[in-house]
């Protein structure tokens, strides 16, 4: 059982115009076997929040902790994060040319285990889960997302996620731009890395489309920087129809309290 | 780095209208020169008429006027200022313009199947000349001082089973002559691996020549010692539906300058350009390529990759690609791309497109120099791959782009051997 724990996250970052608040204070526990749902509008920090988490150097987190399990997760590189047992699965996802999948792959795993995987049972794990992805087999021979489309670089994240075995899985809008075929074989993968019980995922989203699919305990709501609402699965059946309308970008507390006012009253 | 693409540009689809009398698509038509002097290909015709007087000149700012000469006489002596020596060193040539070249040339050893014929000839021996002719006075100085030449012919229709191996290698420090004529007859396919080692100092003269339907690859390993001054001029002349592919490899050396150029002189053919170099600490690679579509419908494509590092590592690609008025449907596209490791390195990098006619199916070049791409880094971070395993993956795959094409294997395992240990020396 691993706990994530990220109290009163700030994160900003440098802009021509100076620097900008984008985290204004993110409070989330995620535990092993959790599956949350991070939903809000565009430019709301959703994104910012995973990669954050991620460790990518563009954002700075100026007050607030991360841990995992205790151990401080700011403090550690972004190469560390992934061998403490995070995962990110990039919305979108870089081409790094001359790479072949093969080489990365078991480079990436022998990195995360601290060994190298047996050549032959890697090898079936491999083919085993690009056959449920429904990926090509000669992806493996092909430079790491060089020329894949959109649906297929979000198909090979899910690879990776199965195959690293992270303790927590963030899902950076996995869901965006795929059709309803392609949405159901990532949903899944994540399903069944979810299914041997010793992962927690974040899965961020805009639609609720892929709630469809994967199943969330817990639902955040994100507006500017801040989580505005939390509930049950059933707060994203009411943001399917409802919007974020009711949630007016800048007063995203105030609305909240009107709310959940009017839903009392 | 940034992403070339955004760089291309690409000119071609041809409109159907006809031209208005005294304009191209390309513009007025301001001198009846270039149109005269633009016919052939190679030598003859296309010789800027400096030494015999009477001749019509062509600008100098087009690459068809660079002065070609068998005659070392014909090139006056290098100041450094020259366009096509200005990023050159000539301090650091050792002579190869200036001394008589008449030191111990390379030893060649070629190890070929039956089928391949080597020869060891005189300096009056038919094919010498048959595909070069110098375009600078290094190359000439070579031509007039070389004493033996090695003629390598793939006889026609023979398909030649593993590569020909030329093995180079240098004797010393006096200034030498080397020449090597490549013949690949007709409907002939080979590879033929130059493999240069050891301590030179030599300015060398490759010809090459495709004939009519052939198919031959060349591959240029300048791998010598730290030493080294290397000049080289690898001239290939295409004939029809011709394919030739051409690889130039520089790692080690004081100083290396490789000029190879592809001349069409019938329609069809293609051509493939690539080359890979790794400059360290005070090392100057040089590369300057020029591709001739004198004729319709050839295909050319050109990619360099570099990786630089240490103080004074010095590269200098420059790409000139001619279209000349005749080269209706030509489809070109040259590209080099520089990876800069550490501070206090130097990429020159200069794609030179010339275009006389409009009526062509495409042409573009593109340059990128830039340091290690920190998405690349970030990715593979993130994946737990630590930085510097990542950095290399980086780079080892920038340049096996270029090593996958050679298709040699024991050669490409050579080479990834060799670019580790270029990395491995990397302080970061």
Known sequence: ?265 | MTDITTEKARIGAPSAQPFINGFTEEGESLSPVNAAASKAPLAGEAVKRHSHGGGVGIPDSSRAGRLTSYKLADFKPLTGMEEDWRFTPLKRLRGLHTEVLNGAAPSVSVTAPDSVTVETVGRDDRRIGSAAIPEDRVSANAWENFTEATVITVPAEVQVDGEVSVLLTGQGTEASALHVVIVAEKFSKAVVVLDHQGTAVVSENIEILVEDGAQLTVISLQEWNDDAVHASSQQAKLGRDAKFKHIVVSLGGDLVRVTPSARFTAPGAEVELFGLYFADAGQHLEQRLFVDHAVANCKSNVLYKGALQGRNAHTVWVGDVLIRKEAEGTDTYEANRNLVLTDGARADSVPNLEIETGLIAGAGHASATGRFDDQHLFYLMARGIPEEVARRLVVRGFLNEIIQQIKVPAIEDRLTAAVERELAATNH
Do not use: C
Not at chain 1, 42 to 51: D, E, I, P, R, V
Not at chain 1, 177 to 204: C, F, Q, W, Y
Not at chain 1, 213 to 231: A, L, N, S, T
């Open chain 1, 1 to 265: 059982m691993s706990t994530l724990e990220i109290k009163d996250l700030h994160v900003s970052i440098d802009t021509e115009q100076g620097t900008k608040e984008i985290l204004k204070g993110v409070s989330l526990t995620i535990r092993t076997g959790e599956t949350h749902a991070i939903m809000g509008p565009n430019g709301s920090g959703k994104s910012t929040l995973a990669s954050t988490i991620a460790g990518h150097p563009r954002y700075n987190v100026t007050s607030g902790t991360i841990t995992l399990d205790g151990e401080d997760v700011l403090a550690m590189s972004v190469d560390e994060r992934a061998r403490a047992g995070l995962f990110l699965a990039m919305q979108y996802p870089v081409e790094v040319p001359g790479v072949s999948m093969t080489n990365f792959l078991r480079t990436a795993k022998t990195a995360i285990d601290g060994e190298a995987p047996k050549l032959r049972t890697w090898t079936k794990d491999v083919k085993a889960a690009m056959a449920q992805l429904r990926i090509d087999a000669d992806f493996t021979q092909r430079n790491v997302n060089e020329g894949f489309s959109g649906g297929e670089k979000k198909r090979v994240e899910i690879l990776q996620l199965e195959l690293f075995k992270p303790k927590f899985a963030i899902l950076d809008e996995t869901d965006s731009g795929l059709d309803v075929d392609a949405l159901k074989v990532v949903s899944e993968g994540v399903n069944r890395a979810h299914a041997e019980g010793k992962m927690g995922t974040l899965l961020i989203t805009h639609y609720t489309r892929i709630l469809r699919y994967i199943k969330p305990e817990f639902v955040h709501v994100f507006v500017d920087g801040q989580v505005v609402e939390e509930g049950g699965p059933e707060l994203a059946d009411r943001l399917e129809e409802e919007g974020y309308d009711r949630y007016a970008t800048g007063a995203g507390a105030a609305t909240i309290a009107a709310a959940s006012a009017a839903a009392q009253a």
